[in-house]
């Protein structure tokens, strides 16, 4: 059996990063095109499954008629079976469109409960969100009924989680998981695939990168299993927009506007979005707002200022002035275990006075 696996699509999501610069409606124009593109390619492959693994829409901000946009494109490949896990973000609460809205026929959509839908060759069990946060899986609730078909799992949660933050989000272990037997579990909300790691607990990762905290490429797990539980996978990138981060050395800068000069002289490529990021020593104040408002390169969206001041610390230890005593001081706390956090410090008071 043939299978796409995708999840955090987040249809809608405001793109607030993207909205400065009023690339926020061109985006949510590319999630439908990609949407599509896959679709597409389900329909020319043949494939006989498709798993969305939750966030597929938000729902706070998402339009009805882009759900009916989601729906129409399923009735395009009615010989596909699609599996939708709701996540957190598209929970399936009273008001959901995954309640009120009248899906195509080839759709199934996962609740809270652990259910299984049986086919000819495979059982597919999930579950998934029915509030923004769910705490306990349930997985000791899952016993695989025919391990001699071909058993698939599909939930929306944080694996291994640590962190109180994401213990909010259907924390699953990945021991329990493999315990359970099952030959391919399809997995949503880390936006960074993972398909390397495991042989079948995959993460996809987000569709399209949301922003800079999802640099690298973004796309779809095409997989197959065969009757001798065989499984072939394989990650296909379809976001054509890359976010990236790339840095910019500055000590022999002397002003803002050079800084302006060197930014506008950086070649990009209009189909990535930078976060340029200046290190070294500053001769200068920064002032990385002025700077992003002066840019004429569309492509470049964020400026991060990394730099530290340019100034002889000993030199000015033995000033008799507020700078020349606070440095003194400062200094005569400083080892090697702390010495980052005390030159931040010295930085921060300097700036401050």
Same mark, same amino acid.
């Given at each position: 059996?043939?299978?796409?696996?995708?999840?955090?699509?987040?249809?809608?999501?405001?793109?607030?990063?993207?909205?400065?610069?009023?690339?926020?409606?061109?985006?949510?124009?590319?999630?439908?095109?990609?949407?599509?593109?896959?679709?597409?390619?389900?329909?020319?492959?043949?494939?006989?499954?498709?798993?969305?693994? &939750?966030?597929?829409?938000?729902?706070?901000?998402?339009?009805?008629?882009?759900?009916?946009?989601?729906?129409?494109?399923?009735?395009?490949?009615?010989?596909?079976?699609?599996?939708?896990?709701?996540?957190?973000?598209?929970?399936?609460?009273?008001?959901?469109?995954? !309640?009120?809205?009248?899906?195509?026929?080839?759709?199934?959509?996962?609740?809270?409960?652990?259910?299984?839908?049986?086919?000819?060759?495979?059982?597919?069990? &999930?579950?998934?969100?029915? !509030?923004?946060?769910?705490?306990?899986?349930?997985?000791?609730?899952?016993?695989?009924?025919?391990?001699?078909?071909?058993?698939?799992?599909?939930?929306?949660?944080?694996?291994?989680?640590?962190?109180?933050?994401?213990?909010?989000?259907?924390?699953?272990?990945?021991?329990?998981?493999?315990?359970?037997?099952? =030959?391919?579990?399809?997995?949503?909300?880390?936006?960074?695939?993972?398909?390397?790691?495991?042989?079948?607990?995959?993460?996809?990762?987000?569709?399209?990168?949301?922003?800079?905290?999802?640099?690298?490429?973004?796309?779809?797990?095409?997989?197959?299993?065969?009757?001798?539980?065989?499984?072939?996978?394989?990650?296909?990138?379809?976001?054509?927009?890359?976010?990236?981060?790339?840095?910019?050395?500055?000590?022999?800068?002397?002003?803002?506007?050079?800084?302006?000069?060197?930014?506008?002289?950086?070649?990009?490529?209009?189909?990535?979005?930078?976060?340029?990021?200046?290190? &070294?020593?500053?001769?200068?104040?920064?002032?990385?707002?002025?700077?992003?408002?002066?840019?004429? !390169?569309?492509?470049?969206?964020?400026?991060?200022?990394?730099?530290?001041?340019?100034? =002889?610390?000993?030199?000015?230890?033995?000033?008799?002035?507020?700078?020349?005593?606070?440095?003194?001081?400062?200094?005569?706390?400083?080892?090697?275990? !702390?010495?980052?956090?005390?030159?931040?410090?010295?930085?921060? &008071?300097?700036?401050?006075?």
């Amino acid at each position: 059996m043939k299978f796409v696996h995708i999840a955090d699509m987040h249809f809608d999501i405001p793109f607030s990063t993207l909205a400065k610069n009023d690339l926020g409606n061109a985006r949510r124009l590319e999630q439908r095109q990609i949407f599509k593109q896959i679709i597409e390619y389900i329909a020319q492959n043949e494939i006989d499954h498709l798993f969305i693994c &939750g966030d597929l829409y938000e729902h706070e901000y998402v339009k009805q008629s882009t759900i009916e946009y989601i729906n129409n494109l399923f009735k395009e490949i009615p010989n596909t079976k699609i599996y939708i896990v709701p996540g957190n973000h598209d929970p399936r609460v009273k008001e959901s469109y995954y !309640n009120k809205f009248n899906w195509n026929q080839n759709v199934v959509i996962f609740d809270e409960k652990i259910k299984k839908v049986s086919e000819d060759e495979a059982d597919i069990y &999930g579950f998934g969100f029915n !509030n923004f946060y769910r705490q306990n899986s349930n997985l000791e609730e899952i016993k695989i009924e025919n391990p001699i078909k071909i058993n698939i799992l599909l939930t929306h949660g944080s694996l291994d989680a640590s962190a109180k933050e994401d213990m909010q989000y259907n924390p699953i272990s990945k021991k329990e998981l493999k315990l359970l037997g099952f =030959d391919y579990i399809g997995l949503g909300h880390i936006h960074k695939t993972n398909y390397k790691e495991e042989k079948n607990i995959i993460y996809p990762g987000s569709l399209i990168s949301l922003g800079f905290d999802e640099l690298g490429k973004h796309g779809m797990i095409v997989g197959n299993i065969e009757k001798d539980k065989k499984l072939e996978i394989a990650f296909v990138p379809v976001d054509k927009k890359e976010f990236i981060e790339q840095e910019l050395e500055i000590d022999m800068v002397n002003s803002q506007e050079e800084i302006i000069e060197c930014l506008n002289q950086i070649k990009t490529d209009d189909n990535k979005y930078y976060k340029i990021i200046l290190t &070294g020593k500053r001769n200068f104040e920064i002032n990385t707002y002025e700077i992003a408002k002066q840019i004429q !390169n569309k492509n470049i969206l964020k400026i991060k200022d990394n730099t530290s001041i340019k100034i =002889d610390l000993e030199e000015l230890a033995k000033q008799k002035s507020l700078k020349g005593i606070f440095v003194k001081n400062m200094l005569e706390k400083m080892n090697e275990e !702390n010495k980052e956090t005390i030159l931040k410090a010295i930085e921060i &008071g300097l700036e401050a006075m």
